[in-house]
């Protein structure tokens, strides 16, 4: 089992930045990728950038620059740093435990932190 914790939502106006953090515990932590999906108001979740203990990262293509994901395995932690925010960044931010890229069956979810971008 792997319990997965988001924090560092909040409303922020257009231009500015959010780091967001996930706190992960469980035995299994390390063996798979963690990651960021977004859920936006009416749409299903999407992927963000997912990333693996040896550093690979997967980034969805329009979040390419934006975005930045890390991991720190020491403290248990995965990272997702926005900048330039946009209104349409605006959504419920999930971090997953799982799969490389992709969204499998066998996933962990946290249960989201909220992200709302004023114009």
């Known amino acids: 089992q792997v319990q997965l914790v988001e924090s560092g939502g909040g409303l922020v106006q257009a231009g500015g930045s959010l780091r967001l953090s996930c706190a992960a515990s469980?035995?299994?932590?390390?063996?798979?990728?963690l990651g960021w999906y977004r859920q936006a108001p009416g749409n299903q979740r999407t992927l963000v950038a997912t990333i693996r203990s040896d550093g690979n990262t997967i980034y969805a293509n329009q979040m390419k620059g934006r975005f930045t994901i890390s991991r720190d395995d020491a403290k248990n932690m995965v990272y997702l740093q926005i900048d330039s925010l946009r209104p349409e960044d605006t959504g419920v931010y999930y971090c997953k435990y799982g799969a490389h890229g992709a969204i499998s069956s066998g996933d962990y979810w946290g249960k989201g932190t909220l992200v709302t971008v004023s114009s």
């Open positions: 469980g035995s299994t932590f390390r063996v798979n990728a």
